[in-house]
Every structure is written in structure tokens, then in C-alpha cells.
């Protein structure tokens, strides 16, 4: 069972994320699930995403989970929520931000001693598809650290999943998911 | 027919919502008259967007409340139509008169009810307080435990509810956000399939019909009241089940998916089990097979139909186990729980010892968690080590605070 937590605020695409995930990891013949906690459901509010995914059929509906990684992709929500909630020794973290790993845990001390990969999604969904709307470029930088699929493969089943969407916003996302999983660290 | 087909992949990574939306599309529904509400609304959303985008001949009626929403689906039923609607909480609160009417007049209207906590406090979270309100509307109630369910159970309901012989309206239900905004793999028929199975509505005593002049929604009063409903009563006593089990066996043959009355879970040698609903069910078979992994030979008990009460399946799914806790997931606000009832009365009457207790949990949404049964599944054992409920009767789990148990 791979498990996935995802902060985020309402409205920049976790949800959209986490089932786009989903719905690539489907087609590989391993079974998914993806939630949300919505709470008010107000945009911008902070909210939290999860996947689950298992070579068998998943039956767990509890939303408690101890993620094998974590997904910031809002800068400021790896400083204002407990994004560490229910670590285990292995939790991965990949955060959104403009500073650098380093900068990052010696502003955040929670983060020490943890493994820790960021990247600037923001600023790259800012210049490829024109909207901070994160959710795709932090999937091309998980597929870097995890090296769950091969990025050309994961691009194509991307196409695919943002199908009904203008070629422009396709092919923005795909330079998105493309750039993320090249400026990863 | 004037309405484009839809191509989907076998497996398609729906929520539950997604899930009811597109089996109500495949059923090719006449009306849809509806008033959107948290966590349903993507439901009656999706079934508007394929009729606009041309997948569906339809009619969708925007109205201004629930009341109207169900009242137009009984006009448009009354008419002779295929019609269908999803609501939850508050807005199946405001459906509730109309409710009674649609299974008084016979209607076969199927309702996606995405189970959702009631008022007071707000609450926009998934229980079962709603569907536990209008048990005794005359509804059958269909309950789903994932998205598969949901697009399964409303093939399935639109076959049952219209049969001539039944003319019955059926809920389908699953639980708010954890199955309706869940998104999980959907095993999918194509829309030929689908509408095979489902068939051409075919309606009875449809007001459209004017070579044959019917009356709707009439007056009785001591007369003629009783026995209206008596028959009613009957119909669902002794005609739906065996309805039901017809186009479960149907729908296995078609897809391979198996369901029964109630859905049973390593309970042919279980020592204790777990009876619940919704999705609650799954997590609980997933922590009993851990439990038999340490030596405690646990089981699950899933109500598959709620309404009518699958009395006989009860008692067979529970002869020989020797600790039950029932959960129910709303607040009996001063009584025994539902499924505790329900449980209890069935069991009355046959030979067994088995120890019943009873759980509140989940309100509003608050989460089961795999910890919390794996305490429960223990908590039964040493009922049984101990030959007597060891607790009290009624117990909360999951609620801050200090410990509260009743009876």
C-alpha cells in the first residue's frame, strides 16, 4: 500500500491532482482510491488530499493515514499547518517553494532530519500554464523522486486524463510536468 | 434515438457521485427535477451536463426547493416517465411529505441519497441520520459501501422499483464524501449493456395515456385508507425481496458482481461480528481478516437492503456467532440504536445466545478508523471470554470527551 497526503488550498487543483494520479496509476492495473477533507470547502481554505494505492482491492475508508509521502504544493501552508502530523521514518516530503531544501528546514526546524525535496511548482505553473494552479507540476516532480513511471509515459497518460481541456492547457501542463520533474531536489 | 453514446474504459476512476451520475445517464432517465445539495449535488450536475452535451434525451427541471424537486418527479413519474433525483440531509428533510406520496402513488422514482449528518449543528459530513429519518416512507433502500455499489445498485434499483409487480420507489444510498467524493476504480458496463439490463420503461397507469383516464393522488379516508396501505405493506413484505434476488442473480450473470440482502463476511465459523452499513463495511472486513491473523475469528455484517428489512437473511447471517455489536451511524437521540432494533427483534424469537451490543459512531462525518474496530473486535472477544456483555449496552465511538455508555 502506497499512501499519499497532499496540502493544499481550495481551489488549486489537489483534488483534480490526487484523482488525475488515480486515474494513471488505474490504467497500469493497480487499484486506487482518492478523498479529500473539504471541511467548509471555502477557497483558499487550507484543505488536505490523500491517495491510496495497492496492488489489490482497497476496502480501508478510514481518512487516518501515515503517508509514505506528503505533497505541499501551497509555500506557505509548510509553515502555517502541521504537515509532519502522523510521520513515519520514511515519509517523503515534496514541498512548493521558492527556497532552497536547505533554506527550507532551517526555517522550518519540524523538517530536519527529514527527507525533504522541493521545488518551485508556483513559479512554474505561473510560466508555463499562466495560473498558480500547482497540482500537475508537483506530480511531475513525484514521479522524479518516487521513479514510479517513466516521465514520457506518465506525460502521455496525462494527456489523456486532461482530455476534454484545450490543446494550449495540455501542452502547457505537459512543459509543467516536464519542468517540475527537472528542477526537483 | 437522438442522443450520442458515450465510450468509457473498463475500469473508469469514478467517485460515487461520478458513479450514480453515469448509470442514470445509461438508464437514459426521462426527468430529472431536482435542488442541489452538499454532498449529492454532482449527481443531478452530471446527469444535466450529458443531457446537455447531448448523451441523454431528457428533461432536467430546475425547481426551488427539495419539496418541488420531489414533486415534480412525482408529476413527471405520475405522467409516465422514467425519473430519478438525488438529495441528502436537509434536503431529504424538505422531501419528506413528498416522499410518502411518491411510494403511496405507486411511483418507481429512484433517489440517490448521499448520506449526510442533520441539523442542528450545520454539518455537510457523511452519517446515516438521514436515512434512518424516513425508514418508514415506503421506499425500498438500497445501501452502496464504495462507488462500484453506487453505479451498480442504481442499475439495478431503476430494475426492481419499476417492475409492475413492485411499482415501488427506491433509494440508492451511499455514504457522504467518504463514497460519494471518493475516487476509486469502476468496473463499467457500455451503454448498450447497461440499457439492456436496465430495459425500456415501460409505464402503468401513466396519466399520459388518455385512451385510459386514471385518477393520482387521491383521498381515503377510513374506508378505503387502511387497506391502501396495508397492501403496500404486503407488497414490500413478501414482493420485493424475491424481486430483488431475481435481478441480483441478473446482474451477476451480466457483470460477475455478486450481491445479496445482506452481504456476509467470513462469517461461517465467526466467533464475533460486526454489523454496519455503508462505507464502514469494507474497513471493517479489512480489520477482521487482521484479526483472524491474531487468532480472533472475526466477521462482517453489511445491511446490502435496508428497507424491507431483510428479516430471515438476518437471522441466518447471524445464527452461531457468539458476540454481535451493531453500529449505527446516527444518533438514536434517546433509544437503542437502529441497527440494535433492528438486530435484536430479529433475533428474539430463534435459539440463540449470542451477545448483542450496540455502537454509536461517525457522526458528521467523524472518522471510523482501523484502531478503533480492532478495539471493538477485542472488546467482543472478551465478551465472549467472559459468557456476558461485559459494558453497557450502548456505547459511542470516536467522541471526545469523557466515556459515555447507556442501558
Excluded at chain 2, 121 to 136: A, E, F, K, Q, T
Excluded at chain 2, 224 to 238: G, I, P, Y
Aim: aromatic share 8%; proline share 3%; net charge negative.
Amino acid at each position: 500500500m502506497l499512501e499519499i497526503r497532499w496540502h493544499s488550498r481550495a481551489g488549486q487543483g489537489a483534488v483534480t491532482g490526487a484523482k488525475g494520479l488515480a486515474d494513471v496509476i488505474s490504467t497500469t492495473g493497480k487499484h486506487v482510491q482518492a478523498f479529500a477533507f473539504y471541511g467548509s470547502a471555502k477557497r483558499g481554505a487550507a484543505m488536505t488530499a490523500y491517495n491510496r494505492v495497492d496492488d489489490k482491492v482497497i476496502m480501508n475508508h478510514e481518512k487516518y493515514m501515515k503517508p509514505d509521502y506528503v505533497f505541499v504544493i501551497d509555500p506557505a501552508l509548510a509553515i502555517t499547518t502541521d504537515i509532519t502530523i502522523n510521520h513515519k521514518d520514511s515519509t517523503k516530503y515534496i514541498i512548493t517553494t521558492h527556497m532552497s531544501t536547505e533554506e527550507l528546514i532551517k526555517a522550518q526546524p519540524k523538517l530536519e532530519g527529514k527527507d525533504v525535496y522541493t521545488v518551485d511548482c508556483i513559479t512554474i505553473a505561473n510560466e508555463t500554464i499562466g495560473r498558480a494552479i500547482p497540482n500537475t507540476p508537483m506530480l511531475g516532480a513525484f514521479m522524479k523522486v518516487s521513479q514510479m513511471y517513466d516521465i514520457e509515459f506518465f506525460k502521455e497518460s496525462m494527456k489523456r486524463v486532461l482530455g476534454k481541456l484545450p490543446q494550449k492547457i495540455i501542452d502547457a501542463n505537459m512543459l509543467a510536468i516536464q519542468r517540475a520533474f527537472d528542477e526537483v531536489k | 434515438m437522438a442522443f450520442d453514446k458515450m465510450e468509457l474504459q473498463k475500469i473508469e476512476v469514478w467517485d460515487g457521485n461520478r458513479a450514480a451520475a453515469q448509470a442514470l445517464r445509461q438508464a437514459q432517465v426521462d426527468v430529472v427535477a431536482a435542488y442541489p445539495i452538499t454532498p449529492s449535488t454532482p449527481i443531478v450536475e452530471g446527469y444535466a451536463k450529458f443531457l446537455a452535451d447531448g448523451y441523454i434525451e431528457g428533461e432536467f427541471a430546475m425547481v426551488e426547493s427539495e419539496h418541488a424537486a420531489m414533486s415534480a418527479c412525482i408529476g413527471a413519474a405520475a405522467a409516465g416517465g422514467r425519473v430519478a433525483t438525488a438529495t441528502s440531509s436537509q434536503g431529504l428533510a424538505l422531501m419528506s411529505e413528498t416522499l410518502y406520496q411518491a411510494s403511496g402513488m405507486r411511483l418507481p422514482i429512484i433517489l440517490n441519497l448521499v448520506n449526510r449528518a442533520l441539523a442542528s449543528p450545520l454539518n455537510v459530513n457523511g452519517d446515516h441520520s438521514d436515512m434512518y429519518m424516513i425508514r418508514d416512507s415506503g421506499w425500498i433502500q438500497f445501501d452502496a459501501f464504495c462507488p462500484q455499489e453506487s453505479y451498480d445498485l442504481n442499475l439495478i434499483a431503476f430494475r426492481v422499483a419499476e417492475d409492475h409487480d413492485i411499482r415501488l420507489p427506491a433509494i440508492v444510498n451511499q455514504d457522504g464524501f467518504m463514497t460519494s467524493h471518493t475516487a476509486q476504480g469502476v468496473h463499467t458496463l457500455s451503454d448498450d449493456e447497461a440499457y439492456a439490463f436496465v430495459g425500456e420503461y415501460k409505464p402503468m397507469n401513466d396519466m399520459l395515456d388518455f385512451e385510459h383516464p386514471v385518477t393520482h393522488g387521491v383521498q381515503t379516508e377510513e374506508d378505503w385508507h387502511f387497506e391502501h396501505k396495508a397492501r403496500q405493506h404486503n407488497d414490500l413484505m413478501v414482493k420485493v425481496m424475491p424481486k430483488i434476488k431475481e435481478v441480483f442473480a441478473d446482474f451477476e450473470k451480466l457483470t460477475g458482481r455478486k450481491y445479496n440482502l445482506v452481504e456476509k463476511y467470513d462469517m461461517d465459523d465467526a466467533d464475533v461480528c460486526v454489523v454496519c452499513m455503508g462505507s464502514s463495511v469494507e474497513t471493517a472486513r479489512e480489520v477482521a481478516t487482521e484479526m483472524r491473523a491474531k487468532g480472533i475469528k472475526a466477521g462482517v455484517v453489511g445491511f446490502r437492503v435496508f428497507r424491507p428489512i431483510p428479516f430471515a437473511e438476518i437471522i441466518d447471517a447471524l445464527k452461531g456467532v457468539k458476540a454481535i455489536a451493531a453500529l449505527d451511524r446516527s444518533s438514536p437521540n434517546g433509544a437503542a440504536g437502529t441497527l440494535f432494533n433492528e438486530i435484536a427483534g430479529a433475533l428474539f424469537n430463534t435459539d440463540t445466545k449470542a451477545l448483542l451490543s450496540g455502537y454509536v459512531y461517525g457522526l458528521g462525518g467523524r472518522d471510523l478508523t482501523k484502531a478503533h474496530l480492532t478495539a471493538l473486535f477485542n472488546e467482543l472477544q472478551a465478551n465472549v471470554d467472559a459468557g456476558k456483555v461485559t459494558t453497557q449496552l450502548q456505547q459511542f465511538i470516536g467522541v471526545r470527551g469523557p466515556k459515555l455508555a447507556y442501558l
